[in-house]
């Protein structure tokens, strides 16, 4: 399994990223997929969810009408669509799927994250 993250980097305040995600190894269309940060000294929290059936749920408020989250099935991707970004969205981001199996259990891989820096 492996869940490979890209697209992070050094941007100014105000500009955009956009953060993907490709995965392998497991059947990607039956996972909900997530994007969580972590800033430094921070827990790690959750950005925005995607659902399987495409439902998705942003759950910061600091985050709503900035991020966008999708997937593309086909490709085995899940994006995170970042605007407006300011400083504090600095953080490592890290791609998160889930899904509970036969026997009820839930089954969920990370990947290694990718470094987001807002910065003037």
Do not use: H
């Not at 600091?62 to 969205?89: E, H």
């Amino acid at each position: 399994v492996l869940l490979v993250e890209s697209g992070g980097g050094l941007v100014q305040p105000g500009g955009s990223l956009r953060l993907s995600c490709a995965a392998s190894g497991f059947t990607f269309r039956n996972y909900d997929m997530s994007w969580y940060r972590q800033a430094p000294g921070k827990e790690r929290e959750l950005v925005a969810l995607i659902t399987s059936a495409g439902g998705i749920s942003n759950y910061a408020d600091s985050m709503k009408g900035r991020f966008t989250i999708s997937r593309d099935n086909a490709k085995r991707t899940v994006y995170l669509q970042m605007n407006s970004l300011k400083p504090d969205d600095t953080a490592v981001y890290y791609c998160n799927a889930r899904a509970i199996d036969a026997f009820n259990r839930a089954v969920e891989y990370w990947g290694q994250g990718t470094q987001v820096t807002v910065s003037s």
